[in-house]
């Protein structure tokens, strides 16, 4: 029988069905996952949740972040639908405690306070809760089949991802290795290194952009497409480039712009740190956005260099793909049961890492000294020397995205130096889940990116 569609489940939103041919799916680190339904009714529902509750009482920016807002909203939506919370029965997932720990992940517990808050509030509804694996250590995957109504917890990681046997010898990466994978590699557009590099200077012509965009099919129906969809939601429909410049705004469009011109340049690189299709991709935009916002929330930095910053941090791991991917017993053993973080994996396995390896392609590619900074030292900031607040940035998104977007690709941040990173961009640890709320996590998950 042919496998149902899959419908990802945004972090900080919920779906609620009827009786279809679709799977329901959230990807769960931090986050919790909650399934609720009612098979008399033929109906169910599936929440990503966020956060536990409001960090403040003056803060409210947006009820299905958190559990305790979202909550009712949720199952009252499920009542709307036809469920009775008599029958209603729940399954919940998630709440763990990601990554290399520190002292820090241990006081925050995000994950386990979204936990205890969602429990509370099924106890409230008189909701029974019939399966549930919380907390722990690693990512999890909950799917709900709209079909049968049947609820499954798996692992994000199977059985596959840590074959048992002899483990193959892998050699470093010698320096013509390197030069190898370099010529090999799909060269980022023109137009994208145009973009780049006039970010940064004081010249920047959108006219100029959109002559060039014009003359690239490919990109341009790609922007076009976005600029068209419901998640863009345009009053009318865009035409031309031009036409989307005066409509949406440079900014918004020169982002569209770049984010299409480097999808062929991540989406063909899955066999090694993408955990799901397209995994590279979708995490070199989510970085993106997700960078844009840290920027614009913190008062940090240039919004559009950070959002760009965020895009190209990860370039190296094109490079050493196909590496890691001949390599992936050793990588997952070491990350996922060792808890070792990635890029002392990949110095001990392959001889260099992703960010030494992307700072070769940033200076072969002349980028601005700022942006190579960030490809050099997302995982180190405080030893970037040009911009290291913009560095600071990209290392907290990047973090982020690895507790509440996870399983997605090949990664494992401490948190070990987190107290004096946040201070490099005035925050602490009481301020950041007011910042994590406040980040448009929806977005992530964007009709016509992924």
Known sequence: ?????????????YVVSETKRQVLEALLGSCAG???????????????????????????????????????????????????????????????????LSRLDMQLDIGGRTIEVVQRILREWGIPLIHSETGGFSGLRLQLNLRTFECRIEPAYTSEDFPVGEEAAVEKISAEDLNRAIGLIKPIPQVALKIIRTLQSDEYDTEDI?????????????????????????????QSINQ??????????????????????????????????????????????VSEHVSRLTGNSDPEIAYTAGLLHDIGKVL?????????????????????ELLDVEKSILGINHAEAGARLAELWSFPDPLRDVVAYHGQPEQALDDPVLTHIVYLANLLL??????????????????????????????????IGRIPWKSLYTPGYF
């Open 1 to 13: 029988m042919r496998s149902l569609p899959k419908k990802y489940v945004a972090t900080g939103s």
């Open 244 to 289: 989307a410049l005066v409509v949406l705004g440079s900014r918004i469009v020169v982002q569209l712009i770049l984010s299409s011109a480097l999808e062929g340049f991540f989406a063909s690189f899955n066999k090694g740190y993408s955990l799901s299709r397209g995994g590279l991709y979708h995490h070199a935009v989510s970085a993106a956005i």
């Open 34 to 100: 909650l399934a609720v339904i009612d098979k008399a009714a033929g109906v169910g529902g599936m929440y990503h949740i966020l956060l536990s509750g409001h960090p403040g009482n003056d803060t409210h920016y947006g009820d299905e972040v958190y559990a305790s807002s979202g909550m009712p909203k949720f199952l009252k939506a499920l009542q709307e639908a036809g469920c009775a919370p008599e029958r209603m029965e729940a399954v919940l997932a998630g709440g763990a405690l990601m990554g290399k």
């Open 210 to 238: 959109a002559v060039q965009i014009r003359h690239d099919q490919v990109i341009s129906a790609k922007v076009l497409n976005i600029c068209n969809s419901a998640y863009i939601g345009a009053k009318k429909e865009i």
């Open 320 to 340: 050493l793909d196909q590496y890691v991917g001949s390599a992936k017993p050793q990588f997952y053993r070491k990350i996922y049961s060792d808890g070792d």
């Open 402 to 435: 690895s507790r509440f977007d996870a399983c997605r690709e090949l990664e494992n941040i401490g948190t070990e130096k987190l107290v004096l990173r946040l201070r490099r961009l005035g925050l602490d640890s009481n301020s950041l889940p007011e910042l």
